[in-house]
């Protein structure tokens, strides 16, 4: 048995819905207590979310998810935290300006309204500091609606459609989009894609960078650090599976 580099040597980073919890549900206290008792005392571990930190708290067990694990990215690392302190903040206003996000915005809007769906609820356009976060059914949906919405997403393909008319529209602003969870997409320029946080791991000497994800195909929001030279990745298809490759990975 090949022995495993030190602690100090290893990361594990990992998206967080589809990969620790279900899609916006929380953590449960096993997979939790398998990563912070077994995973941890033997690699350094950290989270890369594109959610914001409120959100990614709400599912990762409180506030102190900043402290539990080293490193915490939210927003695909434009927000960034090391051992409870942040390390790095990016704004998508400042980077692309207020009169073309306006525009951007309003025509998200303005397709949407136009979109026949199952059902339709609040919150279509949620503003986080490194990028925008784009939902055709609402954020407001309850969980129920939210499952409904992914299963007519997968038939009718309402966010891969809503994306090529984006692109389309708005080839000249270096946006990327990312289709991630189950009912939104997130905008955001280009480079600033989870990768982005592997600028700050990297820093720190790891022999080797261990990425756990989803949505690893092209389009997905773990797809280019899924395919980055710097990481060792590994697909996962939900938390158990994810425990399971860890269990192998780390000889636990």
Same mark, same amino acid.
């Given at each position: 048995?090949?022995?495993?580099?030190?602690?100090?040597?290893?990361?594990?980073?990992? $998206?967080?819905?589809?990969?620790?919890?279900?899609?916006?549900?929380?953590?449960?206290?096993?997979?939790?207590?398998?990563?912070?008792?077994?995973?941890?005392? !033997?690699?350094?571990?950290?989270?890369?979310?594109?959610? $914001?930190?409120?959100?990614?708290?709400?599912?990762?067990?409180?506030?102190?998810?900043?402290?539990?694990?080293?490193? !915490?990215?939210?927003?695909?690392?434009? !927000?960034?935290?090391?051992?409870?302190?942040?390390?790095?903040?990016?704004?998508?206003?400042?980077?692309?300006?207020?009169?073309?996000?306006?525009?951007?915005i309003?025509?998200?809007?303005?397709?949407?309204?136009?979109?026949?769906?199952?059902?339709?609820?609040?919150?279509?356009?949620?503003?986080?500091?490194?990028?925008?976060? !784009?939902?055709p059914?609402?954020?407001?949906?309850?969980?129920?609606?939210?499952?409904?919405?992914?299963?007519?997403?997968?038939?009718?393909?309402?966010?891969?459609?809503?994306?090529k008319e984006?692109q389309?529209?708005?080839?000249?602003?270096?946006?990327?989009?990312s289709?991630?969870?189950?009912?939104?997409?997130?905008?955001?320029?280009?480079?600033? $894609?989870?990768?982005?946080?592997?600028?700050?791991?990297?820093?720190?000497?790891?022999?080797?960078?261990?990425?756990?994800?989803?949505?690893?195909?092209?389009?997905?929001?773990?797809?280019?650090?899924?395919?980055?030279?710097?990481?060792?990745?590994?697909?996962?298809t939900?938390?158990?599976?994810?425990?399971?490759?860890?269990?192998?990975?780390?000889?636990?």
């Open positions: 048995m090949a022995s495993l580099p030190k602690r100090e040597e290893i990361i594990c980073l990992f $998206d967080v819905d589809g990969t620790l919890t279900m899609p916006r549900n929380k953590i449960i206290p096993t997979t939790e207590e398998f990563l912070l008792t077994k995973v941890k005392p !033997v690699a350094t571990i950290g989270l890369v979310g594109g959610s $914001d930190l409120k959100k990614i708290a709400e599912q990762m067990g409180g506030a102190d998810v900043i402290k539990k694990f080293e490193y !915490v990215f939210a927003e695909n690392g434009l !927000v960034a935290y090391k051992n409870g302190h942040m390390i790095g903040k990016m704004s998508i206003q400042e980077h692309v300006g207020e009169e073309k996000l306006q525009k951007f309003n025509y998200a809007l303005g397709y949407m309204s136009k979109l026949t769906l199952p059902v339709k609820r609040g919150t279509f356009i949620e503003f986080r500091d490194g990028l925008v976060n !784009v939902c059914v609402g954020r407001s949906c309850s969980q129920a609606e939210r499952d409904q919405f992914a299963e007519y997403d997968k038939e009718h393909r309402i966010r891969e459609n809503f994306v984006l389309a529209q708005f080839p000249d602003l270096g946006l990327v989009f289709i991630g969870g189950q009912i939104s997409f997130d905008v955001f320029p280009k480079g600033w $894609d989870k990768t982005f946080a592997l600028s700050f791991v990297e820093k720190d000497g790891f022999k080797e960078i261990h990425f756990f994800g989803d949505k690893t195909a092209p389009g997905g929001n773990d797809h280019e650090i899924y395919e980055d030279p710097r990481t060792i990745s590994h697909k996962v939900s938390p158990e599976d994810t425990i399971a490759q860890l269990k192998t990975l780390l000889h636990l």
